[in-house]
């Protein structure tokens, strides 16, 4: 649960949680970070999580700085991966601005944990994404649409629900008892 996640994690029960988890590089989007962070500014409910480390770090950390947005960003650094479940369930939102990508396991993994997303539109993400969700999924590099997306999402609890419940049904569809055999059956032809 999220309540408990957070506790786990020490942190703040009473803020919107959005979680950035990826390595801190361009492709995966690390870049455009303080560009949506910045729409938030005068938001004081709401706290980005960014977890991870990699080359934009140093970038990212003067840019929090020159934008004045340490306020409502944590740089939390590298994690074992023991801790990426509990950083996901104490998320509102999980976003990924990556310029590109394959199947992303961590999209599959917040619609485990429930956790409705805002991402950009590559390689196979539109193909994995549950209808009801389907307008989270954003052209890249598009910063303000992105922020647009992720308040529309926090403000609305209701809505963050019902895409929780889509999600969790629709990523059953992935799991490896699922997909293992359709991979023997490709293998076997």
Do not use: C
């Amino acid at each position: 649960p999220k309540e408990e996640a957070r506790r786990e994690l020490n942190l703040p029960q009473d803020k919107k949680i959005v979680l950035f988890l990826h390595r801190l590089s361009r492709r995966k989007g690390a870049h455009l970070l303080p560009e949506i962070i910045k729409e938030f500014k005068h938001d004081n409910d709401v706290l980005f999580l960014i977890v991870g480390d990699g080359p934009e770090r140093d970038n990212l950390e003067f840019q929090i700085s020159n934008f004045k947005l340490k306020a409502i960003t944590q740089l939390v650094g590298v994690i074992p991966n023991y801790r990426v479940p509990y950083y996901i369930s104490s998320a509102d939102v999980y976003l990924m601005p990556s310029e590109e990508e394959g199947m992303p396991n961590a999209l599959l993994e917040a619609m485990a944990a429930g956790v409705p997303f805002v991402a950009s539109r590559v390689a196979s993400v539109p193909e994995i994404t549950p209808p009801g969700a389907a307008e989270f999924v954003l052209p890249y590099g598009e910063t303000h649409l992105f922020a647009e997306k992720i308040k529309k999402l926090l403000a609305d609890e209701e809505l963050r629900e019902k895409i929780s419940q889509e999600e969790r049904e629709w990523v059953q569809r992935y799991d490896v008892s699922v997909i293992a055999p359709r991979y023997l059956e490709l293998f076997q032809e």
